[in-house]
């Protein structure tokens, strides 16, 4: 399996390409909203996800490598939210979203226009201070 790093594709035109028309207004929208929160530019991770900063993780079975501290992708059925600390760690905030579904580190929102953003600011604020705190990768490894 290939492991998925940055590339040098534009993330406003990576978004700018996003259809259908929906799917391309919630990306920029969280495009916005993640870029403030963060307070770093977007950069393309793999081919279809937007991230901001990055952390570095190590497994307790030896896996370890680099992903985004926080990130979206905007998929056919929903755009993406990835919590790469993990959804129980937001479960209080989420009951409070509004419209989603959740995996195990992925929350799913079909309409951003039916989501509290105050909340999903907070929730990506959160996760993006877990995970750039610089204990996220040693705590992974303890799992």
Known sequence: MAKTTWTDVDPEAFVAA????KRRQDAA??????????????????TSIV??????????????GDAPAASFSPRKAAC??????????????LARLGPHTTGVGCLYLKDLARVDLEVLEKIVRRSYATLTA????????ER
Request: charged share 20%; net charge negative; glycine share 14%.
């Open 80 to 93: 993406v939210v990835y919590l790469n600390d993990g959804i129980s760690a937001h479960e209080e905030l």
């Open 29 to 46: 929208a969280l495009l916005e909203l993640m870029r403030r929160v963060t307070g770093v530019a977007p950069r393309m991770f793999g």
């Open 51 to 64: 991230g901001f900063g990055d952390y570095h993780y190590t497994y307790a079975s030896g896996t370890e």
């Open 134 to 141: 610089g204990t996220y990768g040693q705590r992974a490894a």
């Open 18 to 21: 996003v259809s259908p028309e």
